[in-house]
Structure formats: C-alpha cells, structure tokens
C-alpha cells in the first residue's frame, strides 16, 4: 500500500485537482476534555415541624476544552453521572441531625437523577467545538426534601430551622470517543 501522500500526489497528477487529495490525507488528532463546575444544592432553612416540603435548585456548568489538532469543527456531547456523598442523606453544617433527600433532572420534581437504574446519566450537548476553543453548557438540578418520617430534632442544631445544602459529585465523560 502506497503511503498517503504518494498517492495524494499520484491522484493530483492524474486528476489535476486538489480537492480529490483531501478526502485521500488522514485526519489530524485532536483532543477535548470535559469537566463539570463544582456544584451546590441549595435547600435553604428546613423546619421539621412546618410539614412541608423543601425544594432546593442548584446550576451544573459543563466546560469542554479543544486543542488546535484538526481542523474541522466537530459536535461534542457528554453524559454527566451523579454519585451522592453519603448516599441521599445530607447532614447539617453542625449536629448530628441528618435528614434524607432525592435528586431531580427537573422542577417537576418527576425525573429522579442518580442511584436508580436508567437515571443515573444526564446527556447535553452538542457542543460545536473549533480547533483552540472553549464551550459551555449548563443545566439545573433539583432536590427535594420531604419532612414526612425525617426523625430531626426542630432544635438541632439550634435555634430552629437549620439550612441545609449538598455537595454533588458530577462525573463528565464526551463523545466522540477518542478524541474525548
């Protein structure tokens, strides 16, 4: 087998064209990394004895990085996949009082993110990525605590309501694969 350009240049000769030599070159590698802004779920102050729900909202921002390899522009999309520290169970900024929560892709509070099968990936994009750029994406997520069976002490850890908020753990990976 002749190499590339030999015969880019054997079918330039032959056809006496250049545009027939780019489809014939290999294409040049090129290299995007995608990682997810630290996010915080807010919950604001939670009393136990109102009996009512707490939503909380925070915003994930997703920033996907190409290097100059390649020059085309190509469409990047990513999976972002959740891991809840200490499972779904969120403890105050003191005390010992924890109360339980889930995770939502929407404010309908009707799409759960995380732990359950099927729901554990969140798919954005595409990003139209030029060689030497950055793009970003962003999208909301949604929590909600449910005061019913939640054994919190309206006084822990003192004066009542406690705020609450959640560190969430985002994992990114994009496709195409490689270059991602």
Do not use: E
Not at 159 to 169: A, E, G, I, K, R
């Amino acid at each position: 087998m002749r190499h590339p350009r030999a015969f880019c240049r054997a079918l330039i000769l032959a056809l006496g064209t250049v545009a027939a030599c780019a489809a014939a070159r290999p294409a040049a590698a090129y290299n995007v990394t995608c990682t997810p802004g630290n996010v915080t779920l807010n919950f604001g102050a939670y009393d136990v004895l109102s009996g009512a729900t707490l939503g909380g909202v925070g915003t994930i921002t997703i920033t996907c990085v190409r290097d100059s390899g390649g020059g085309q522009p190509v469409d990047v999309t990513y999976t972002a996949s959740l891991a809840l520290p200490g499972g779904r169970q969120m403890s105050p900024p003191s005390g010992p009082d924890a109360v339980l929560y889930q995770v939502y892709q929407d404010a309908a509070y009707s799409l759960v993110w995380g732990d359950t099968p099927g729901t554990n990936t969140i798919t954005g994009g595409p990003l139209t990525m030029k060689p030497n750029s950055t793009a970003t994406d962003t999208f909301s997520v949604y929590g909600l605590i449910t005061p019913g069976g939640q054994d919190v002490s309206a006084a822990s850890p003192g004066p009542p309501p406690t705020t609450y908020s959640q560190n969430l753990t985002i994992t990114v990976t994009c496709t195409p694969s490689p270059p991602c």
